[in-house]
């Protein structure tokens, strides 16, 4: 069996051009797998993973699930909001006893960067980081490359612009990442509060005109503004911001080619994405949505790969 480079995922930094077919590939088995009316494959029977979330989640956490039980693992989930963490349970000792219900393997959102670095550090499960604060979602950048290489062929050489708040924004930096490594060009747009001062170091370019940043991409990835984040005013208001920056059909309309739409979730519809373009022709959305628990499945199964060879 082919392997993985690392033993945990916990970012895309970390990954390897050849982790990143090798999960592609998987995930192409995966999807025809999960399309057929028997949904479910027996790979990860007697693997127990624990999904533990620190911070909301509706997209990752189901799809989590999703993935895990169509590999016929067995599966616990921990939402901290109803937990021991709210009577002042460490990290550490909260995922140690989870651990000490003999888990394999851990999915976690937290809502500090570094969280499931630091957990990598002291306990021997895999750990699949499912969002670290501003700081990294690597499956979501691997379901959105993934489906823009579903939709158009290759990522090689495709202009992707990743429009909205880039400073709040774990899903720009592992898509930065992600997409580079996969030989696209990539632009940020949004206002210049919301880009981070020295991105432009990472090898991307900058626009802060919504219009110039459409005309000159193929895909344009479109980011929620994180107002939960946000402890200061970025900009005058949410009807200013869609003002400038939302994205609708009529903007769409007016390109002279047709682009492709994604956004990882949670849309703010009316502030950075129309309705009329969220449900558009352009729109990829729901295909990424399904996309996440094929590239799921590979990450784990892949992921449990690397243990079993260790043992
Ligand atoms: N894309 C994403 O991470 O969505 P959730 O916050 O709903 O999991």
Redesign the pocket.
């Known amino acids: 069996m082919q392997q993985l480079s690392v033993r945990h995922l916990l970012g895309i930094k970390d990954l390897t051009l050849e982790d990143i077919s090798l999960i592609f590939e998987t995930a192409d088995n995966f999807k025809e797998v999960i399309n057929r009316p028997i949904k479910k494959v027996p790979s990860l029977r007697d693997i127990t993973i624990a999904n533990i979330f620190f911070?909301?989640?509706?997209?990752?956490?189901l799809?989590f699930e999703l993935a895990e039980k169509r590999l016929s693992a067995d599966v616990v989930n921990f939402s901290s909001s109803n937990s021991s963490v709210k009577k002042g349970e460490t990290l550490l000792d909260t995922v140690n006893n989870i651990l000490a219900m003999k888990v394999d393997m851990v999915v976690m959102?937290h809502a500090s960067p570094g969280a499931p670095h630091f957990l990598s550090r002291h306990i021997k499960a895999n750990i699949v980081n499912?969002?670290d604060g501003t700081h990294e979602?690597p499956t979501?950048a691997l379901l959105d490359t993934f489906s823009i290489r579903e939709k158009l062929g290759e990522v090689k050489g495709k202009k992707v612009a990743i429009i909205g708040d880039i400073m709040h924004s774990r899903?720009a930096l592992s898509n930065i990442f992600a997409l580079q490594k996969l030989g696209a060009e990539v632009m940020l747009c949004g206002p210049k509060t919301l880009i981070p001062r020295h991105i432009g170091e990472l090898g991307v370019k900058i626009e802060l005109d919504v219009k110039k940043a459409l005309q000159w991409c193929d895909v344009a990835n479109v980011l929620r503004i994180q107002l939960e984040r946000q402890h200061i005013k970025y900009f005058p208001s949410l009807r200013e911001y869609s003002l400038y920056y939302g994205i609708n059909k009529n903007l769409l309309d007016q390109l002279d080619k047709k682009i492709v739409i994604m956004h990882?979730?949670?849309i703010n519809r009316g502030v950075e994405l129309s309705s009329d373009a969220a449900d558009s022709e352009h729109s990829i959305i729901m295909n990424q949505v399904e996309n996440g628990v094929a590239i799921r499945m590979a990450v784990l199964y892949l992921l449990a790969g690397t243990k079993l060879q260790e043992e």
């Open positions: 911070e909301n989640s509706t997209r990752t956490r799809s959102r499912a969002g979602h979501q899903v990882p979730g949670p």
